[in-house]
Protein backbone atom coordinates (compact mmCIF):
# COMPACT_ATOMS: atom_id res chain seq x y z
CA UNK A 1 0.00 0.00 0.00
CA UNK A 2 1.41 3.52 -1.15
CA UNK A 3 -0.40 6.90 0.22
CA UNK A 4 -0.40 10.05 -1.56
CA UNK A 5 -1.04 12.93 0.10
CA UNK A 6 -2.95 15.95 -1.94
CA UNK A 7 -3.20 19.25 -1.18
CA UNK A 8 -6.38 18.99 -0.02
CA UNK A 9 -5.78 17.62 3.67
CA UNK A 10 -7.18 14.69 4.37
CA UNK A 11 -7.96 13.77 1.16
CA UNK A 12 -6.03 11.02 0.23
CA UNK A 13 -5.10 8.76 -3.20
CA UNK A 14 -3.80 5.06 -2.44
CA UNK A 15 -2.28 2.79 -4.61
CA UNK A 16 -3.12 -0.82 -3.42
CA UNK A 17 -1.19 -4.14 -3.89
CA UNK A 18 -2.90 -5.85 -6.63
CA UNK A 19 -2.05 -10.12 -6.30
CA UNK A 20 -2.18 -12.23 -9.75
CA UNK A 21 -1.96 -15.76 -10.56
CA UNK A 22 -3.29 -17.96 -12.70
CA UNK A 23 -6.88 -17.22 -11.63
CA UNK A 24 -6.91 -13.69 -11.54
CA UNK A 25 -6.71 -10.72 -9.49
CA UNK A 26 -6.82 -9.69 -5.82
CA UNK A 27 -6.65 -6.80 -3.94
CA UNK A 28 -7.38 -5.83 -0.43
CA UNK A 29 -9.26 -2.68 -0.15
CA UNK A 30 -8.96 -2.65 3.68
CA UNK A 31 -7.26 -3.92 6.87
CA UNK A 32 -8.51 -3.27 10.21
CA UNK A 33 -5.08 -4.41 11.89
CA UNK A 34 -3.10 -2.38 9.94
CA UNK A 35 -5.10 0.72 9.31
CA UNK A 36 -2.77 3.40 8.21
CA UNK A 37 -5.59 5.40 7.15
CA UNK A 38 -8.14 5.45 10.20
CA UNK A 39 -11.09 4.63 9.01
CA UNK A 40 -14.30 3.35 10.78
CA UNK A 41 -17.25 2.69 8.15
CA UNK A 42 -20.52 2.76 9.04
CA UNK A 43 -22.40 1.88 6.00
CA UNK A 44 -21.07 0.30 2.09
CA UNK A 45 -22.81 0.86 -1.16
CA UNK A 46 -21.93 -0.83 -4.65
CA UNK A 47 -23.32 1.34 -7.70
CA UNK A 48 -23.39 -0.12 -10.90
CA UNK A 49 -23.66 2.51 -13.64
CA UNK A 50 -24.14 2.98 -17.18
CA UNK A 51 -21.84 5.37 -19.04
CA UNK A 52 -22.45 8.85 -18.94
CA UNK A 53 -24.15 8.32 -15.23
CA UNK A 54 -23.75 11.40 -12.74
CA UNK A 55 -24.05 10.59 -9.29
CA UNK A 56 -23.65 13.38 -7.14
CA UNK A 57 -22.32 16.28 -6.06
CA UNK A 58 -23.65 15.47 -2.57
CA UNK A 59 -22.69 15.23 0.99
CA UNK A 60 -24.17 15.15 4.59
CA UNK A 61 -24.57 18.14 6.88
CA UNK A 62 -23.18 19.44 9.76
CA UNK A 63 -22.07 16.29 12.53
CA UNK A 64 -23.57 13.80 9.79
CA UNK A 65 -20.97 14.62 7.13
CA UNK A 66 -19.45 11.64 6.22
CA UNK A 67 -15.67 10.62 5.30
CA UNK A 68 -15.64 8.14 2.46
CA UNK A 69 -13.63 5.32 0.75
CA UNK A 70 -14.10 5.04 -3.40
CA UNK A 71 -12.71 1.43 -5.14
CA UNK A 72 -13.24 0.66 -8.53
CA UNK A 73 -13.93 -3.08 -9.09
CA UNK A 74 -14.96 -2.21 -12.87
CA UNK A 75 -14.80 0.08 -15.31
CA UNK A 76 -13.73 3.87 -14.90
CA UNK A 77 -15.32 7.33 -13.84
CA UNK A 78 -13.89 10.80 -13.11
CA UNK A 79 -14.25 11.27 -9.56
CA UNK A 80 -15.49 15.03 -8.25
CA UNK A 81 -15.09 16.26 -4.65
CA UNK A 82 -15.57 20.12 -3.23
CA UNK A 83 -13.61 21.30 -0.02
CA UNK A 84 -16.34 23.41 1.69
CA UNK A 85 -14.15 23.26 4.97
CA UNK A 86 -14.60 26.91 5.31
CA UNK A 87 -11.24 26.40 7.90
CA UNK A 88 -9.46 24.81 4.82
CA UNK A 89 -6.56 26.30 2.81
CA UNK A 90 -8.42 24.49 -0.30
CA UNK A 91 -12.08 25.68 0.21
CA UNK A 92 -14.20 25.93 -2.60
CA UNK A 93 -11.68 23.95 -4.67
CA UNK A 94 -12.54 21.46 -6.78
CA UNK A 95 -10.54 18.03 -7.10
CA UNK A 96 -11.30 15.77 -10.04
CA UNK A 97 -9.22 12.43 -10.76
CA UNK A 98 -10.13 9.68 -13.31
CA UNK A 99 -10.10 6.32 -11.18
CA UNK A 100 -10.22 2.83 -13.33
CA UNK A 101 -10.53 -0.68 -12.12
CA UNK A 102 -7.05 -1.50 -13.18
CA UNK A 103 -4.88 0.43 -11.30
CA UNK A 104 -6.05 -0.24 -7.90
CA UNK A 105 -6.67 2.68 -6.25
CA UNK A 106 -8.52 4.19 -3.39
CA UNK A 107 -9.73 7.49 -2.87
CA UNK A 108 -10.19 8.44 0.75
CA UNK A 109 -12.56 11.29 0.93
CA UNK A 110 -13.12 13.53 4.54
CA UNK A 111 -15.80 15.02 5.88
CA UNK A 112 -16.41 18.27 4.44
CA UNK A 113 -16.42 17.59 0.95
CA UNK A 114 -19.10 17.25 -1.79
CA UNK A 115 -18.47 14.43 -3.40
CA UNK A 116 -19.95 12.76 -6.98
CA UNK A 117 -18.83 10.65 -9.85
CA UNK A 118 -19.29 10.32 -13.68
CA UNK A 119 -19.59 7.31 -15.34
CA UNK A 120 -16.78 6.96 -18.02
CA UNK A 121 -17.83 3.42 -18.94
CA UNK A 122 -20.99 0.74 -19.20
CA UNK A 123 -20.84 -0.95 -16.36
CA UNK A 124 -18.67 0.70 -14.21
CA UNK A 125 -18.91 -0.67 -10.86
CA UNK A 126 -17.50 1.14 -7.56
CA UNK A 127 -17.86 0.34 -3.51
CA UNK A 128 -17.84 3.27 -1.67
CA UNK A 129 -17.72 2.72 1.89
CA UNK A 130 -19.18 5.64 4.33
CA UNK A 131 -17.96 6.45 7.71
CA UNK A 132 -21.79 7.55 9.08
CA UNK A 133 -24.87 6.78 8.27
CA UNK A 134 -26.72 8.26 5.24
CA UNK A 135 -29.11 10.31 6.57
CA UNK A 136 -31.86 11.65 3.84
CA UNK A 137 -32.92 15.04 5.92
CA UNK A 138 -29.15 16.17 6.55
CA UNK A 139 -28.40 15.61 2.85
CA UNK A 140 -27.21 19.01 0.30
CA UNK A 141 -26.34 18.85 -3.18
CA UNK A 142 -24.74 20.90 -5.34
CA UNK A 143 -25.24 20.92 -9.48
CA UNK A 144 -22.47 19.20 -11.30
CA UNK A 145 -22.74 21.76 -14.36
CA UNK A 146 -22.20 24.56 -12.50
CA UNK A 147 -18.88 23.94 -12.04
CA UNK A 148 -17.40 25.06 -15.44
CA UNK A 149 -15.40 22.18 -15.23
CA UNK A 150 -14.13 20.36 -18.96
CA UNK A 151 -16.13 17.17 -19.22
CA UNK A 152 -15.98 14.37 -21.41
CA UNK A 153 -18.25 14.80 -24.58
CA UNK A 154 -20.77 11.80 -23.53
CA UNK A 155 -24.26 11.77 -23.12
CA UNK A 156 -25.10 12.57 -19.35
CA UNK A 157 -27.95 10.87 -17.31
CA UNK A 158 -29.00 12.02 -13.65
CA UNK A 159 -31.72 12.48 -11.88
CA UNK A 160 -34.26 15.14 -12.16
CA UNK A 161 -33.15 15.64 -8.18
CA UNK A 162 -30.12 16.21 -9.36
CA UNK A 163 -31.18 18.65 -11.80
CA UNK A 164 -32.46 20.73 -9.19
CA UNK A 165 -30.03 20.99 -6.82
CA UNK A 166 -28.35 24.84 -6.53
CA UNK A 167 -25.35 26.12 -8.36
CA UNK A 168 -21.93 26.03 -6.34
CA UNK A 169 -22.38 29.92 -6.06
CA UNK A 170 -25.92 30.07 -4.71
CA UNK A 171 -24.79 26.43 -2.62
CA UNK A 172 -22.18 28.84 -1.18
CA UNK A 173 -24.30 31.58 -1.11
CA UNK A 174 -27.10 30.43 1.24
CA UNK A 175 -24.30 28.51 3.48
CA UNK A 176 -21.88 31.26 4.72
Do not use: W
Request: aromatic letters at 10%; one cysteine or more.
Amino acid sequence: MKIYSTKFKGLKIIKLKKFNDFRGDIVKIFNKENNKINFKFSESYISISKKGTIRGLHGQMGKYSQSKIIFCIQGKFLDIAIDLRKSSTTYKKIFKRIVHSKNSTILVIPEGFAHGIISLEDQTILINFNSKKYKPNKEFGININSLNLKLPKIKFHHTKKDKKLPKLNEFLKENK
